[in-house]
């Protein structure tokens, strides 16, 4: 047997960190097909024990109910930690409290306070008339309503509104002024860009958890256009990577879990220890980035 294979021992990916942490993020089903997606996904996610699960909102009636039915059920049924996604957006204050106070009745206890997109048709956020302005005025609310703990979005490579990433940094910590007490990435695929935030974040005297949020990709095409509304940057190389497989899904299912996993051995080597990821509805590759990190449903028995 050649050397190179029989002195070979350990993991290419290293010594995982014990105690390593997730969480799950989802969306409200518009179909039934949609509805059973999300079950199955959450069914195959749940034995992991993520640390909670989160479920997004956006303005208007019927996505409000879906969120909140989506996130009771995940309450109730699953055993799970849910967190609800509440924006500004689209409501008053007192319609927004009234929210907060019925997910307060239903047992839930973590919020994700964020201060939302503009409405469709929109170009430019605008505050709605009697309603939160931002996201730091919406978890000051929150906090007179009832004790949540509050999670928070941060962009490492800035808002695409923000003036700077001295802006981004200052926005941060108004948030955490407000009583925020974890802030969780926009997704991004360069782990220096979180490395360096981070930094940045240390330094202006921010202490509470940042959280790197992860996208398996699950589509390259779309994820691009994701990237471009949220500011996030693709590498090159992920273009040449995925390129000429927009119809060789097991091919780029493969690729997608290779960049993955390589960027959670660069982002542990780092120092992260929780990840935060948007599951777009689908288990199977964050499954996989899971058993990669050592997390792994307990042996019955």
Not at 13 to 41: C, I, N
Not at 143 to 158: G, I, L, N, Q, T
Request: net charge negative; with cysteine.
């Amino acid at each position: 047997m050649p050397d190179s294979i029989s002195n070979r021992s350990g993991s290419p990916l290293g010594d995982m960190p014990e105690g390593v942490q997730v969480s799950f993020e989802f969306f409200p089903p518009k179909t039934e097909k949609m509805q059973e997606q999300l079950w199955a996904s959450i069914e195959r996610l749940a034995p992991l024990a993520p640390d909670f699960v989160s479920v997004t909102y956006g303005a208007g009636g019927s996505t409000r109910e879906r969120t909140h039915e989506t996130v009771v059920r995940i309450q109730k049924e699953t055993g799970l930690k849910a967190a609800a996604h509440l924006t500004c957006v689209g409501a008053t204050r007192a319609e927004v409290n009234a929210v907060a106070e019925h997910y307060w009745e239903s047992g839930i206890r973590h919020i994700v306070a964020l201060r939302g997109d503009p409405p469709d048709g929109d170009e430019k956020y605008t505050p709605y008339p009697g309603g939160y302005a931002y996201a730091s005025d919406l978890i000051a609310g929150l906090k007179k309503v009832a004790d949540f703990e509050v999670s928070v979005a941060v962009f490492p490579e800035a808002h695409p509104e923000a003036e700077s990433m001295d802006a981004e940094i200052e926005n941060l910590k108004r948030k955490i002024d407000a009583g925020a007490t974890r802030a969780i990435t926009q997704f991004f695929f360069d782990t220096d860009v979180f490395c360096r935030f981070r930094d940045r974040a240390d330094a202006a005297g921010i202490n509470v958890p940042i959280v790197p949020g992860l996208m398996p990709v699950v589509n390259f095409v779309q994820m691009c256009k994701f990237a471009a509304k949220a500011g996030a940057s693709v590498p090159g190389w992920m273009h040449e990577e995925f390129k000429g497989l927009e119809n060789d899904v097991e091919t780029r299912r493969l690729v997608a879990a290779s960049i993955a996993a390589s960027q959670v051995r660069t982002l542990v080597s780092e120092g992260a220890s929780v990840f935060h990821f948007y599951t777009l509805n689908r288990a199977d590759l964050t499954y996989a980035i899971c058993h990669i990190l050592g997390i792994r449903p307990k042996a019955s028995g």
